[in-house]
């Protein structure tokens, strides 16, 4: 999984430093600045992909406002606009369709009902596929919002690159707890239809091309962090708890999405009006986004 770890390779501050003021000069210093206006997700033009890719160039996410598009095919949508970014290997998951993206509404009863992301409670910080091994870690990120929520239901956001920075910054051995392969431990899971082997594995790693990639989960009742891990672990919590330059919020609106390379996110709490139910469909792939 090591390939050359660049700026990530604790023993040369020199690269880390370069690659850090790169990355806070290019920081977003709004949500707004993250908002790219397209015709159409599932035939953008070279200047809209242009705009999308210089902003997740700068921190790894943007956002598309697209016109209402009645009666859309909005799964076809968001995978052509994978495809179109490089993103083709979505990720399996046993609540997804059997095309492997994931419609995200309100269920009161049924099998997902049991699971907070079909339900109108928050969703604390994570990245997405934090249970999967490291080969199919989930990398790129979309989610595509048909219907938003009567109240609540925003995102925060953070670049997994910024929180890095600021552990780093902290302190360096933060950092090297959390590329231990054994830093994090999620228990499996053996409920019907959802079986999964526990997975242990670091939370911070490099993939072979360079880029950095994270599996993380604040849920407590999720994760057992290893001893050298924990406070690092308790660092990441009290980052992403405070206000910072990092850290994002959005509510997407109808048409509007997230094209990203996971971030870490949250899902605030919402209200939902049956007549209106919120309906947001979601995408995981195994690449990233090509370019970035
Ligand atoms: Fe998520």
């Known amino acids: 999984m090591a ?89 399996a998951n046993a609540l997804a369709d059997e095309d492997g993206i994931t419609p995200l509404a309100v269920h009161k009863n049924g099998a997902r009902a049991r699971y907070i992301p079909y339900t109108e409670r928050p969703i604390t910080w994570h990245t997405d596929g934090y249970y999967n091994p490291f080969e199919r870690g989930v990398r790129g990120l979309l989610l595509h919002c048909a219907s938003p929520a009567a109240e609540g239901g925003a995102n925060r956001l953070m670049d997994i690159e910024g929180l890095y920075i600021m552990l780093r910054d902290e302190n360096p051995d933060l950092i090297a707890a959390l590329m231990q392969s054994d830093a994090m431990t999620i228990p499996g899971n053996d409920e ?55 850290r994002f919020e959005h509510v997407l609106q109808a048409g509007q999405g997230l094209i990203s390379n996971n971030p870490l996110h949250t899902r605030e709490p919402f209200r939902d009006d049956p007549a209106f139910p919120r309906l947001l469909y979601r995408a995981r792939y195994h690449q990233r986004i090509t370019g970035t």
């Open 3 to 91: 390939g050359n770890q660049g700026p990530y390779d604790l023993s040369h501050p020199s690269a880390y430093l370069s690659w850090r003021d790169a990355r806070l000069a290019a920081r977003p210093r709004s949500v707004e600045e993250l908002v790219v206006e397209v015709g159409d997700i599932a035939a953008l033009t070279p200047s809209e992909h242009g705009a999308l890719m210089a902003r997740i160039r700068r921190c790894n996410m943007a956002v598309y406002v697209e016109p209402p598009k009645p009666g859309r095919d909005h799964k076809a949508a968001l995978k052509a606009l994978g495809a179109c970014c490089g993103l083709t290997s979505l990720d």
């Open 192 to 246: 019907d239809g959802l079986q999964r082997p526990a997975t242990i594995g670091p939370v911070f790693a490099v993939d072979v091309g360079g880029a950095l990639h994270m599996r993380y989960t604040a849920r407590a009742r999720n994760v057992v962090w290893s001893d050298a891990a924990a406070p690092a672990a308790a660092a990441i919590r009290r980052m992403l708890e405070t206000p910072s330059p990092w």
